[in-house]
């Protein structure tokens, strides 16, 4: 944008040509992109919330099978032994954790930890071809930034496949919202 000095036939006085002004404008603008940069690296780090940071998921494998799915965000992680798993109607064998990656934490010393996702096959123990289940998870996870979440109960109902289905679609706990522009 430009601005431009207009003539009213006297003398300019001083201070008021268009070429000061410009500078004037110039420099108010460069002080008020440098004090906005600077305040937003004094801003607090936003954390996810937790249905965010440990987005759960399952889905239906086989009429005696579930996969439990947790997509963990950058720059978090869930403990190996803070998950428990549930279904209903019915019981589950013991599901197989896969090991974790040994971690010295602040708050609980040595432990196990997931990053990036977690997949875990959960079986059932009676056969339930076509039932609705709901699948029940407790977890608790941290972010680097030294923060710990309260352990958080998430759940989802799904239909297990028929003897011989295919595996059904990932249901989540947190269904992302869909926006009116998408």
Known sequence: MGFYAILTGSAPKHGTDGTRLVRLARSTMAVAAALGVFSGMAAEPTLLPNEQAFAFSARGVDERTVEA???????????????????????LGGPALPPGKVKEDQFFGKVET???????????????????VTVSAESQGCADLGVCYPPQLQKVTLSLPSVGGRPGTPVEAAPKKKSWLN
């Open 114 to 132: 997931y990053r990036n996702q977690l997949v875990v096959k959960l079986p059932l123990d009676a056969a339930a071809p076509g039932r609705l």
């Open 69 to 91: 799915r947790f997509v963990i965000a950058d720059g978090y992680y869930l403990y190996r032994d803070r998950l428990k798993f549930a279904v209903e109607p019915g019981t």
